[in-house]
């Protein structure tokens, strides 16, 4: 996070999220903070000379989670997203009248006799503006931007 140099009425300052790196394959690194010089570990690791380590940096981070899957069920709050996960794949989640019952994304997979899997994700419903952050609309279609197809549920 980035301080802004504003503060707001409380007098708390204000800082704002910086992208730095996004994991796309199972091999990815990523030096987030340099480790210091010797270490101030157990006393057997010490050497018996009077040397003493250097601090390694701090820093503070922000992960943000971003499910992987092959498709994404996107519509409005009671449209059947969450009956349909459960009707193709074995996935429990809760099934409610109410709108908003789901309140996180949930995962599903269909796997196919030839071991084919296809994995779908249940998002909790969205409104009209969803994209200006209205009812966490930017919070929820964040999961779709790793999804390789997105199915409208009318």
Do not use: W
């Not at 794949?89 to 269909?110: D, F, K, L, Q």
């Not at 249940?122 to 197809?149: E, F, N, Q, V």
């Amino acid at each position: 996070r980035v301080y802004t140099g504003e503060r707001t009425a409380e007098g708390r300052r204000i800082f704002l999220p910086q992208f730095r790196y996004q994991f796309l394959r199972h091999d990815d690194t990523y030096v987030v903070a340099k480790g210091g010089i010797g270490g101030i570990g157990p006393i057997s690791f010490k050497k018996k000379d009077g040397r003493s380590g250097t601090p390694g940096e701090r820093r503070r981070l922000e992960l943000e989670l971003r499910l992987l899957n092959d498709c994404a069920l996107i519509g409005k709050p009671n449209a059947g997203k969450t009956s349909m996960l459960a009707a193709l794949s074995r996935a429990h989640t809760r099934i409610g009248p109410e709108e908003y019952s789901t309140t996180r994304p949930h995962v599903g997979v269909i796997r196919y006799r030839d071991r084919v899997e296809v994995r779908l994700c249940d998002l909790p419903g969205l409104k009209r503006g969803a994209h200006l952050d209205k009812d966490m609309g930017r919070r929820i279609l964040r999961h779709t931007y790793r999804s390789r197809a997105l199915a409208f549920v009318v």
